[in-house]
């Protein structure tokens, strides 16, 4: 008979194949964490973008001084306000086809985690994705078309413990950020299971720094 899962914590397993597996449902409207990352995400694509201009309109002599300087800023910063309205009502439409809630389940071995969005969830989040990667186009923006075809493109997204270069511990929002250098993470735990996820990824993340 072949061994059964072996419990961990309350809601963590580990499978006879040395697979640590648990389920994590998020309260959209009470944890903003996914909010802020879009927030995150616009905020460094129009960083650079508005880097990339001004280098441009300096060594081309187009600025016009102080006066120029401010009205390219204006500029970039009111359509950077439009965009994080529009991130807030995208985020709450998707709430909405979540119900409420993001389900996310996690694999995790002494090498990796990795984040799994349910299924059905992931098919509503690629067409939301590719809706956004079209408004992206249709606006001339491509920055929001990049960001739309990406978010269409992933419903998993695994961290590689010896790749990990950065940890940020949210306890207060069970979330732990596993980034490395070109990709990041979420990884989202209970209570009960936090102290446990939080000791067993920071363990085998030897070159990480915490922030």
């Given at each position: 008979m072949a061994s059964r899962e072996q419990p961990i914590t309350k809601n963590i397993r580990l499978g006879p194949d040395g697979v640590y597996r648990w389920t994590y449902e998020m309260d959209m409207l009470r944890n903003p964490t996914i909010l802020f990352t879009v927030w995150k995400v616009l905020g460094i694509a129009f960083g650079v973008v508005y880097l990339f201009t001004l280098l441009v309109s300096l060594l081309g002599g187009d600025l016009g001084g102080w006066a120029g300087l401010w009205s390219l800023t204006r500029g970039f910063l009111l359509l950077f306000g439009v965009f994080l309205v529009l991130g807030v009502l995208a985020y709450l439409i998707l709430a909405?086809?979540?119900?409420?809630?993001?389900i996310v389940r996690f694999e995790m071995t002494d090498e990796y985690v990795k984040h799994i969005q349910e299924p059905m969830q992931a098919?509503?989040?690629?067409?939301?994705?590719?809706?956004?990667?079209?408004?992206?186009?249709?606006?001339?923006?491509?920055?929001?078309?990049?960001?739309?075809?990406?978010?269409?493109?992933?419903?998993?997204?695994?961290?590689?413990?010896?790749?990990?270069?950065?940890?940020?511990?949210?306890?207060?929002?069970?979330?732990?950020?596993?980034?490395?250098?070109?990709?990041?993470?979420?990884?989202?735990?209970?209570?009960?299971?936090?102290?446990?996820?939080?000791?067993?990824?920071?363990?085998?993340?030897?070159?990480a720094k915490r922030r």
């Open positions: 909405g086809m979540y119900g409420g809630k993001y098919k509503k989040a690629e067409k939301l994705g590719l809706l956004t990667a079209l408004v992206g186009l249709l606006a001339r923006r491509p920055t929001v078309a990049g960001a739309g075809v990406l978010s269409a493109s992933r419903s998993t997204s695994t961290s590689v413990f010896k790749n990990v270069e950065f940890l940020r511990v949210r306890r207060r929002r069970h979330v732990i950020h596993v980034d490395m250098l070109l990709d990041r993470n979420q990884v989202y735990a209970e209570d009960e299971d936090f102290d446990f996820v939080e000791r067993f990824i920071t363990e085998r993340c030897v070159k």
